[in-house]
DNA sequence: GTGTTATTGATAAAATATTATCGATAATTT
DNA sequence: AAATTATCGATAATATTTTATCAATAACAC
Protein backbone atom coordinates (compact mmCIF):
# COMPACT_ATOMS: atom_id res chain seq x y z
CA UNK A 1 0.00 0.00 0.00
CA UNK A 2 2.19 3.17 -1.01
CA UNK A 3 1.22 6.39 -0.18
CA UNK A 4 0.68 8.13 -3.60
CA UNK A 5 -0.96 11.68 -3.86
CA UNK A 6 -4.62 10.95 -5.19
CA UNK A 7 -6.17 13.66 -7.33
CA UNK A 8 -9.66 14.76 -6.55
CA UNK A 9 -11.27 13.11 -9.55
CA UNK A 10 -9.60 9.83 -8.66
CA UNK A 11 -10.52 10.52 -4.68
CA UNK A 12 -14.44 10.85 -6.24
CA UNK A 13 -14.18 7.35 -7.32
CA UNK A 14 -12.69 5.61 -4.72
CA UNK A 15 -15.84 6.62 -2.81
CA UNK A 16 -17.77 5.08 -5.58
CA UNK A 17 -15.84 2.03 -5.09
CA UNK A 18 -16.42 1.81 -1.81
CA UNK A 19 -20.46 2.28 -1.75
CA UNK A 20 -20.48 -0.15 -4.70
CA UNK A 21 -18.59 -2.62 -2.61
CA UNK A 22 -20.42 -1.83 0.48
CA UNK A 23 -24.06 -2.53 -1.36
CA UNK A 24 -22.58 -6.20 -1.92
CA UNK A 25 -25.01 -8.70 -0.27
CA UNK A 26 -23.79 -10.39 2.65
CA UNK A 27 -22.49 -13.86 1.12
CA UNK A 28 -21.36 -12.17 -1.79
CA UNK A 29 -17.96 -13.00 -3.82
CA UNK A 30 -14.67 -13.15 -1.92
CA UNK A 31 -12.72 -11.45 -4.59
CA UNK A 32 -13.33 -8.90 -7.00
CA UNK A 33 -11.70 -7.63 -9.99
CA UNK A 34 -10.67 -4.16 -11.61
CA UNK A 35 -12.74 -5.45 -14.15
CA UNK A 36 -15.56 -6.68 -12.43
CA UNK A 37 -15.90 -3.22 -10.56
CA UNK A 38 -14.83 -1.21 -13.50
CA UNK A 39 -17.73 -2.79 -15.47
CA UNK A 40 -20.24 -1.84 -12.63
CA UNK A 41 -19.42 1.58 -12.84
CA UNK A 42 -19.17 2.45 -16.54
CA UNK A 43 -15.18 2.99 -16.02
CA UNK A 44 -12.26 1.95 -17.82
CA UNK A 45 -10.51 -1.52 -15.66
CA UNK A 46 -7.35 0.31 -16.05
CA UNK A 47 -8.44 3.30 -14.24
CA UNK A 48 -9.85 0.95 -11.64
CA UNK A 49 -6.72 -0.60 -11.02
CA UNK A 50 -4.46 2.23 -10.51
CA UNK A 51 -6.61 4.30 -8.43
CA UNK A 52 -6.86 0.75 -6.19
CA UNK A 53 -3.03 0.60 -6.65
CA UNK A 54 -2.82 3.65 -4.29
CA UNK A 55 -4.99 2.69 -0.89
CA UNK A 56 -5.38 -0.82 -1.59
CA UNK A 57 -3.30 -3.25 -0.24
CA UNK A 58 -3.05 -4.85 -3.60
CA UNK A 59 -4.47 -7.95 -5.60
CA UNK A 60 -3.28 -11.31 -6.58
CA UNK A 61 -3.41 -11.81 -10.50
CA UNK A 62 -6.32 -14.18 -11.62
CA UNK A 63 -8.10 -13.28 -8.44
CA UNK A 64 -8.54 -10.18 -7.81
CA UNK A 65 -8.63 -8.52 -4.60
CA UNK A 66 -10.11 -10.13 -1.23
CA UNK A 67 -13.30 -8.14 -1.01
CA UNK A 68 -13.28 -7.56 2.68
CA UNK A 69 -9.68 -6.47 2.34
CA UNK A 70 -10.50 -3.85 -0.33
CA UNK A 71 -13.37 -2.43 1.57
CA UNK A 72 -11.66 -2.10 4.37
CA UNK A 73 -8.58 -0.60 3.00
CA UNK A 74 -10.57 2.25 1.41
CA UNK A 75 -12.64 2.85 4.31
CA UNK A 76 -9.60 3.48 5.95
CA UNK A 77 -8.36 5.30 3.41
CA UNK A 78 -11.35 7.15 3.36
CA UNK A 79 -11.50 8.16 7.03
CA UNK A 80 -14.05 5.76 8.47
CA UNK A 81 -11.89 5.16 11.47
CA UNK A 82 -10.46 8.46 12.27
CA UNK A 83 -13.81 10.71 12.95
CA UNK A 84 -14.38 14.00 13.34
CA UNK A 85 -16.97 15.70 15.38
CA UNK A 86 -19.23 18.41 13.51
CA UNK A 87 -21.70 20.93 14.09
CA UNK A 88 -24.16 22.02 11.82
CA UNK A 89 -25.85 25.15 11.49
CA UNK A 90 -29.62 26.07 10.00
CA UNK A 91 -31.74 22.91 11.06
CA UNK A 92 -34.34 23.64 8.41
CA UNK A 93 -35.23 20.95 5.70
CA UNK A 94 -31.70 20.51 4.27
CA UNK A 95 -30.23 20.66 7.53
CA UNK A 96 -32.46 17.90 8.88
CA UNK A 97 -31.85 15.99 5.95
CA UNK A 98 -28.25 15.76 6.72
CA UNK A 99 -28.97 15.40 10.22
CA UNK A 100 -30.88 12.01 8.88
CA UNK A 101 -28.26 10.63 6.56
CA UNK A 102 -27.01 7.57 8.27
CA UNK A 103 -24.19 7.37 5.39
CA UNK A 104 -21.76 10.15 7.56
CA UNK A 105 -20.24 7.65 9.44
CA UNK A 106 -18.36 5.34 6.71
CA UNK A 107 -16.41 8.78 5.85
CA UNK A 108 -15.55 9.55 9.19
CA UNK A 109 -18.59 12.27 10.23
CA UNK A 110 -20.25 12.46 13.25
CA UNK A 111 -22.69 15.35 13.64
CA UNK A 112 -22.92 15.86 17.34
CA UNK A 113 -25.27 18.62 17.73
CA UNK A 114 -27.34 21.20 15.62
CA UNK A 115 -27.52 24.96 16.15
CA UNK A 116 -30.21 27.17 14.90
CA UNK A 117 -32.18 30.43 16.15
CA UNK A 118 -36.20 29.12 15.74
CA UNK A 119 -37.70 29.04 18.88
CA UNK A 120 -39.90 25.87 17.62
CA UNK A 121 -36.62 24.12 16.36
CA UNK A 122 -34.26 24.72 19.51
CA UNK A 123 -34.40 21.92 22.32
CA UNK A 124 -35.58 19.62 19.78
CA UNK A 125 -34.18 15.96 19.03
CA UNK A 126 -33.67 15.40 15.12
CA UNK A 127 -32.15 11.76 14.37
CA UNK A 128 -30.94 11.94 18.41
CA UNK A 129 -29.34 15.12 18.03
CA UNK A 130 -30.30 18.22 20.01
CA UNK A 131 -30.82 21.64 18.25
CA UNK A 132 -29.32 24.28 20.08
CA UNK A 133 -29.78 27.76 20.31
CA UNK A 134 -27.55 29.60 17.88
CA UNK A 135 -25.97 31.85 20.20
CA UNK A 136 -24.52 28.79 22.26
CA UNK A 137 -22.87 28.05 18.98
CA UNK A 138 -19.56 29.56 19.04
CA UNK A 139 -18.86 28.30 22.86
CA UNK A 140 -20.80 25.02 22.64
CA UNK A 141 -18.45 24.02 19.26
CA UNK A 142 -14.99 25.13 21.54
CA UNK A 143 -16.43 22.77 24.24
CA UNK A 144 -16.97 19.70 22.49
CA UNK A 145 -13.69 20.65 20.46
CA UNK A 146 -16.03 20.56 16.92
CA UNK A 147 -13.98 20.32 13.79
CA UNK A 148 -16.38 21.25 11.15
CA UNK A 149 -19.26 23.12 10.71
CA UNK A 150 -22.27 22.22 7.99
CA UNK A 151 -23.94 25.16 6.89
CA UNK A 152 -27.09 25.23 5.91
CA UNK A 153 -28.34 28.72 6.70
CA UNK A 154 -30.52 30.80 3.94
CA UNK A 155 -27.21 32.66 2.32
CA UNK A 156 -27.62 36.14 3.83
CA UNK A 157 -26.65 34.43 7.23
CA UNK A 158 -23.88 32.65 5.87
CA UNK A 159 -21.07 34.46 6.34
CA UNK A 160 -22.43 35.68 9.77
CA UNK A 161 -22.09 32.03 11.09
CA UNK A 162 -19.11 30.81 9.17
CA UNK A 163 -17.16 33.79 11.19
CA UNK A 164 -19.01 32.66 14.88
CA UNK A 165 -18.09 28.84 14.01
CA UNK A 166 -14.40 29.78 13.08
CA UNK A 167 -14.59 31.89 16.23
CA UNK A 168 -15.44 28.88 17.90
CA UNK A 169 -12.59 26.92 16.91
CA UNK A 170 -13.38 24.99 13.98
CA UNK A 171 -10.83 23.75 10.84
CA UNK A 172 -13.82 22.65 7.74
CA UNK A 173 -16.50 24.40 6.73
CA UNK A 174 -18.98 22.49 4.78
CA UNK A 175 -20.86 25.17 2.66
CA UNK A 176 -24.40 24.82 1.45
CA UNK A 177 -25.07 28.52 0.63
CA UNK A 178 -24.23 29.86 -2.31
CA UNK A 179 -22.01 32.41 -1.64
CA UNK A 180 -18.54 32.77 -1.29
CA UNK A 181 -17.37 32.86 2.36
CA UNK A 182 -14.46 34.64 3.13
CA UNK A 183 -11.94 32.92 5.62
CA UNK A 184 -8.53 32.61 6.66
CA UNK A 185 -6.38 31.01 4.77
CA UNK A 186 -6.13 28.00 6.81
CA UNK A 187 -9.67 27.12 7.19
CA UNK A 188 -10.87 24.17 5.03
CA UNK A 189 -13.68 25.17 2.51
CA UNK A 190 -15.76 23.30 0.53
CA UNK A 191 -18.72 24.91 -1.29
CA UNK A 192 -21.75 22.48 -2.51
CA UNK A 193 -23.43 24.65 -4.57
CA UNK A 194 -26.76 22.28 -5.70
CA UNK A 195 -27.30 24.66 -8.67
CA UNK A 196 -24.37 25.09 -9.95
CA UNK A 197 -23.94 21.21 -9.35
CA UNK A 198 -27.12 21.11 -11.58
CA UNK A 199 -26.38 23.53 -14.23
CA UNK A 200 -23.71 21.10 -14.98
CA UNK A 201 -26.01 17.87 -15.42
CA UNK A 202 -28.44 20.42 -17.52
CA UNK A 203 -25.62 20.95 -19.73
CA UNK A 204 -24.71 17.61 -20.43
CA UNK A 205 -28.21 16.62 -21.59
CA UNK A 206 -28.41 19.14 -23.69
CA UNK A 207 -25.27 18.66 -25.54
CA UNK A 208 -25.34 14.81 -25.06
CA UNK A 209 -22.27 14.87 -24.50
CA UNK A 210 -20.35 14.35 -21.54
CA UNK A 211 -18.56 17.36 -20.01
CA UNK B 1 -17.68 34.89 -27.80
CA UNK B 2 -15.74 31.61 -29.25
CA UNK B 3 -17.27 27.92 -28.80
CA UNK B 4 -14.23 26.51 -26.86
CA UNK B 5 -15.08 22.98 -25.19
CA UNK B 6 -15.20 23.91 -21.62
CA UNK B 7 -13.66 21.54 -18.70
CA UNK B 8 -15.92 20.06 -15.95
CA UNK B 9 -13.80 22.23 -13.08
CA UNK B 10 -13.95 25.00 -15.67
CA UNK B 11 -17.56 24.41 -15.64
CA UNK B 12 -17.82 24.49 -12.05
CA UNK B 13 -15.94 28.10 -11.80
CA UNK B 14 -17.86 29.67 -14.35
CA UNK B 15 -20.94 29.25 -12.27
CA UNK B 16 -19.03 31.11 -9.06
CA UNK B 17 -18.81 33.81 -11.53
CA UNK B 18 -22.07 33.76 -12.12
CA UNK B 19 -22.79 33.45 -8.27
CA UNK B 20 -20.41 36.27 -7.66
CA UNK B 21 -21.57 38.75 -10.38
CA UNK B 22 -25.30 38.29 -9.30
CA UNK B 23 -25.00 38.70 -5.77
CA UNK B 24 -22.94 42.54 -6.62
CA UNK B 25 -25.15 45.13 -5.32
CA UNK B 26 -27.79 46.94 -7.35
CA UNK B 27 -25.57 50.36 -8.28
CA UNK B 28 -22.62 48.19 -8.38
CA UNK B 29 -19.98 48.07 -10.45
CA UNK B 30 -20.39 48.79 -14.12
CA UNK B 31 -16.85 46.48 -15.27
CA UNK B 32 -15.30 44.14 -13.71
CA UNK B 33 -11.77 42.49 -14.42
CA UNK B 34 -10.47 38.90 -14.22
CA UNK B 35 -8.09 39.67 -11.23
CA UNK B 36 -11.15 41.60 -9.64
CA UNK B 37 -13.43 38.24 -9.67
CA UNK B 38 -9.75 36.03 -9.19
CA UNK B 39 -9.11 37.77 -5.72
CA UNK B 40 -12.47 37.66 -4.47
CA UNK B 41 -13.12 34.04 -5.32
CA UNK B 42 -9.67 33.20 -4.36
CA UNK B 43 -8.61 31.87 -8.02
CA UNK B 44 -5.25 33.16 -10.45
CA UNK B 45 -6.38 35.93 -12.71
CA UNK B 46 -4.89 33.99 -15.34
CA UNK B 47 -7.40 31.26 -14.79
CA UNK B 48 -10.74 33.73 -14.77
CA UNK B 49 -9.59 35.44 -17.99
CA UNK B 50 -9.09 32.22 -19.70
CA UNK B 51 -12.43 30.42 -18.23
CA UNK B 52 -14.23 33.87 -19.56
CA UNK B 53 -12.25 33.65 -22.53
CA UNK B 54 -14.08 31.03 -23.55
CA UNK B 55 -18.12 32.04 -22.98
CA UNK B 56 -17.98 36.23 -22.89
CA UNK B 57 -17.77 38.33 -25.61
CA UNK B 58 -15.11 39.86 -24.46
CA UNK B 59 -13.26 42.63 -22.33
CA UNK B 60 -11.46 45.35 -23.15
CA UNK B 61 -7.93 46.16 -21.89
CA UNK B 62 -7.45 48.68 -19.01
CA UNK B 63 -11.56 48.55 -18.26
CA UNK B 64 -12.04 44.68 -17.81
CA UNK B 65 -15.60 43.25 -18.68
CA UNK B 66 -19.16 45.36 -18.66
CA UNK B 67 -21.34 43.47 -15.54
CA UNK B 68 -23.89 43.05 -17.02
CA UNK B 69 -22.92 41.98 -20.57
CA UNK B 70 -20.75 39.52 -18.53
CA UNK B 71 -23.84 38.10 -16.39
CA UNK B 72 -26.00 37.72 -19.69
CA UNK B 73 -23.02 35.86 -21.72
CA UNK B 74 -22.83 33.19 -18.08
CA UNK B 75 -26.51 33.38 -17.57
CA UNK B 76 -26.68 32.12 -21.33
CA UNK B 77 -23.59 29.86 -21.12
CA UNK B 78 -25.12 28.21 -17.67
CA UNK B 79 -28.58 27.80 -19.45
CA UNK B 80 -31.05 30.30 -17.61
CA UNK B 81 -32.45 31.50 -21.64
CA UNK B 82 -33.21 27.37 -21.99
CA UNK B 83 -35.11 26.01 -19.27
CA UNK B 84 -36.15 22.46 -18.66
CA UNK B 85 -38.97 21.07 -16.80
CA UNK B 86 -38.03 18.47 -13.99
CA UNK B 87 -40.03 16.09 -11.77
CA UNK B 88 -38.70 15.66 -8.22
CA UNK B 89 -39.40 11.87 -6.90
CA UNK B 90 -39.32 12.25 -2.81
CA UNK B 91 -40.53 14.29 -1.02
CA UNK B 92 -38.68 14.15 2.27
CA UNK B 93 -36.72 16.65 4.11
CA UNK B 94 -34.03 16.66 1.20
CA UNK B 95 -36.71 16.74 -1.69
CA UNK B 96 -38.61 19.45 0.63
CA UNK B 97 -35.06 21.64 0.86
CA UNK B 98 -34.58 21.21 -3.16
CA UNK B 99 -38.27 22.18 -3.79
CA UNK B 100 -37.81 25.01 -2.16
CA UNK B 101 -34.43 26.25 -2.95
CA UNK B 102 -34.85 29.28 -5.40
CA UNK B 103 -31.31 29.25 -7.05
CA UNK B 104 -32.59 26.81 -9.69
CA UNK B 105 -33.84 28.75 -12.11
CA UNK B 106 -30.70 30.62 -12.61
CA UNK B 107 -29.71 27.59 -14.39
CA UNK B 108 -32.43 26.68 -16.12
CA UNK B 109 -34.18 24.38 -14.16
CA UNK B 110 -37.93 24.01 -12.93
CA UNK B 111 -38.93 21.79 -10.93
CA UNK B 112 -42.96 21.79 -11.67
CA UNK B 113 -43.97 18.34 -9.85
CA UNK B 114 -43.03 16.43 -6.90
CA UNK B 115 -44.35 12.19 -6.52
CA UNK B 116 -44.50 10.25 -3.38
CA UNK B 117 -45.76 7.22 -2.15
CA UNK B 118 -46.52 8.53 1.20
CA UNK B 119 -50.43 9.19 1.74
CA UNK B 120 -49.81 11.84 4.35
CA UNK B 121 -47.75 13.99 1.49
CA UNK B 122 -49.76 12.87 -1.56
CA UNK B 123 -52.17 16.35 -2.54
CA UNK B 124 -49.92 18.11 -0.65
CA UNK B 125 -48.33 21.31 -2.15
CA UNK B 126 -44.53 22.33 -1.12
CA UNK B 127 -43.21 25.92 -2.54
CA UNK B 128 -46.29 25.87 -5.24
CA UNK B 129 -45.40 22.39 -6.37
CA UNK B 130 -48.12 19.43 -6.12
CA UNK B 131 -46.63 16.32 -4.86
CA UNK B 132 -48.62 13.42 -6.79
CA UNK B 133 -49.03 10.13 -6.50
CA UNK B 134 -46.19 7.63 -7.24
CA UNK B 135 -48.42 5.74 -9.23
CA UNK B 136 -48.79 8.23 -11.33
CA UNK B 137 -45.38 9.27 -12.39
CA UNK B 138 -44.57 7.67 -15.64
CA UNK B 139 -47.42 9.17 -16.99
CA UNK B 140 -47.37 12.24 -16.05
CA UNK B 141 -43.97 12.90 -16.99
CA UNK B 142 -44.74 11.80 -20.17
CA UNK B 143 -48.02 13.94 -20.41
CA UNK B 144 -45.80 17.14 -19.07
CA UNK B 145 -42.80 16.29 -21.31
CA UNK B 146 -40.51 16.14 -18.14
CA UNK B 147 -36.92 16.15 -19.03
CA UNK B 148 -34.71 15.34 -16.03
CA UNK B 149 -36.03 13.46 -13.29
CA UNK B 150 -34.54 14.11 -9.28
CA UNK B 151 -34.14 11.39 -6.91
CA UNK B 152 -34.20 11.71 -3.38
CA UNK B 153 -36.19 8.08 -2.11
CA UNK B 154 -33.98 5.74 0.03
CA UNK B 155 -31.32 3.42 -1.60
CA UNK B 156 -33.31 0.67 -1.68
CA UNK B 157 -35.91 2.17 -4.33
CA UNK B 158 -33.67 4.31 -6.28
CA UNK B 159 -33.32 1.46 -8.98
CA UNK B 160 -36.83 1.40 -9.43
CA UNK B 161 -37.88 5.12 -9.31
CA UNK B 162 -34.62 5.96 -12.06
CA UNK B 163 -36.41 2.78 -14.17
CA UNK B 164 -40.24 4.32 -13.54
CA UNK B 165 -38.75 8.16 -14.67
CA UNK B 166 -37.51 6.26 -18.17
CA UNK B 167 -40.35 4.62 -18.61
CA UNK B 168 -41.92 7.98 -18.73
CA UNK B 169 -39.58 9.64 -21.33
CA UNK B 170 -36.87 11.52 -19.56
CA UNK B 171 -33.27 12.50 -20.33
CA UNK B 172 -31.47 13.04 -17.39
CA UNK B 173 -31.38 11.89 -13.37
CA UNK B 174 -30.31 13.37 -10.64
CA UNK B 175 -29.63 11.00 -8.11
CA UNK B 176 -29.03 12.08 -4.84
CA UNK B 177 -29.12 8.42 -3.39
CA UNK B 178 -25.61 6.68 -2.80
CA UNK B 179 -26.07 3.80 -5.33
CA UNK B 180 -24.77 3.35 -8.81
CA UNK B 181 -28.07 3.40 -10.78
CA UNK B 182 -27.81 1.50 -14.23
CA UNK B 183 -29.60 3.33 -17.12
CA UNK B 184 -29.43 2.90 -20.68
CA UNK B 185 -26.81 4.32 -22.58
CA UNK B 186 -28.55 7.54 -23.70
CA UNK B 187 -29.46 8.58 -20.30
CA UNK B 188 -27.40 11.43 -18.38
CA UNK B 189 -27.05 10.50 -14.98
CA UNK B 190 -25.47 13.07 -12.34
CA UNK B 191 -24.48 11.72 -9.23
CA UNK B 192 -24.80 13.81 -5.51
CA UNK B 193 -23.47 11.59 -3.28
CA UNK B 194 -23.25 13.73 -0.01
CA UNK B 195 -21.33 11.57 2.15
CA UNK B 196 -18.97 11.18 -0.71
CA UNK B 197 -18.51 15.31 -1.30
CA UNK B 198 -18.08 15.40 2.60
CA UNK B 199 -14.89 12.72 2.43
CA UNK B 200 -12.97 14.84 0.51
CA UNK B 201 -13.53 17.76 3.10
CA UNK B 202 -12.21 15.77 5.84
CA UNK B 203 -9.69 14.44 4.04
CA UNK B 204 -8.51 17.49 2.86
CA UNK B 205 -8.72 19.20 6.34
CA UNK B 206 -6.66 16.00 7.83
CA UNK B 207 -4.09 16.47 5.23
CA UNK B 208 -4.37 20.45 5.82
CA UNK B 209 -3.40 20.04 2.26
CA UNK B 210 -5.82 21.04 -1.13
CA UNK B 211 -6.29 17.49 -2.60
C1' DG C 1 0.26 64.08 -28.55
C1' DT C 2 3.51 60.88 -26.15
C1' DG C 3 4.45 57.87 -22.56
C1' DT C 4 2.74 54.89 -18.98
C1' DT C 5 -0.19 51.50 -17.05
C1' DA C 6 -3.90 48.21 -16.49
C1' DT C 7 -5.90 44.76 -18.72
C1' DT C 8 -7.11 41.44 -22.25
C1' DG C 9 -6.32 37.35 -25.21
C1' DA C 10 -3.25 34.34 -27.65
C1' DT C 11 0.38 31.19 -27.43
C1' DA C 12 3.70 28.43 -25.10
C1' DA C 13 5.26 25.78 -21.12
C1' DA C 14 4.48 23.00 -17.17
C1' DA C 15 1.82 20.11 -14.40
C1' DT C 16 -1.68 16.66 -13.85
C1' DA C 17 -4.65 13.00 -15.11
C1' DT C 18 -5.97 9.32 -18.08
C1' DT C 19 -5.17 5.59 -21.10
C1' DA C 20 -2.26 2.11 -23.23
C1' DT C 21 1.39 -1.33 -23.22
C1' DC C 22 3.60 -5.08 -21.39
C1' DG C 23 6.01 -8.23 -18.31
C1' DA C 24 5.05 -10.97 -14.08
C1' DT C 25 2.35 -14.21 -11.61
C1' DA C 26 -0.79 -17.52 -9.97
C1' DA C 27 -4.90 -20.25 -10.84
C1' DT C 28 -6.84 -23.42 -14.24
C1' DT C 29 -6.83 -26.59 -17.98
C1' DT C 30 -4.85 -30.09 -20.75
C1' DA D 1 4.07 -30.80 -15.61
C1' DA D 2 3.42 -27.73 -19.35
C1' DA D 3 0.47 -24.49 -21.58
C1' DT D 4 -3.04 -21.20 -21.19
C1' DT D 5 -5.48 -17.50 -19.26
C1' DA D 6 -7.05 -13.92 -16.15
C1' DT D 7 -5.36 -10.48 -13.62
C1' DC D 8 -2.30 -7.26 -11.41
C1' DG D 9 1.16 -3.53 -11.20
C1' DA D 10 4.75 -0.84 -13.25
C1' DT D 11 6.13 2.03 -16.83
C1' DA D 12 5.40 4.71 -20.84
C1' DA D 13 2.54 7.46 -23.91
C1' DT D 14 -1.20 10.50 -24.59
C1' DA D 15 -4.48 13.84 -23.42
C1' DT D 16 -6.09 17.38 -20.61
C1' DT D 17 -5.80 21.20 -17.54
C1' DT D 18 -3.46 24.76 -15.36
C1' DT D 19 -0.06 28.27 -15.19
C1' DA D 20 3.19 31.43 -17.26
C1' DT D 21 4.74 34.59 -20.83
C1' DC D 22 4.11 38.25 -23.81
C1' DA D 23 2.37 41.20 -27.49
C1' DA D 24 -1.68 44.22 -28.35
C1' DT D 25 -4.76 47.76 -26.90
C1' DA D 26 -7.25 51.30 -24.86
C1' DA D 27 -7.65 54.44 -21.02
C1' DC D 28 -5.20 57.78 -18.34
C1' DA D 29 -1.58 61.13 -17.00
C1' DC D 30 1.37 64.52 -18.27
Request: positive net charge; hydrophobic residues 45%.
Amino acid sequence: MKETPISLPAYNRLTRYLNYLQQLPEGGPLNVSAAGIAAELALSDIQVRKDLAAVSRGGRPRVGYVTRELVADLEHFLGRDNSSDAALVGAGHLGQALLSYENFASYGLKIVVAFDNDPRLIGRTINGKAVMDAAKMANLCRRLSIRIGIITVPSAFAQGVCDTLIAGGILAVWNFAPVNLKTPERIVVKNEDMAASLAVLTKRMRLDQPL
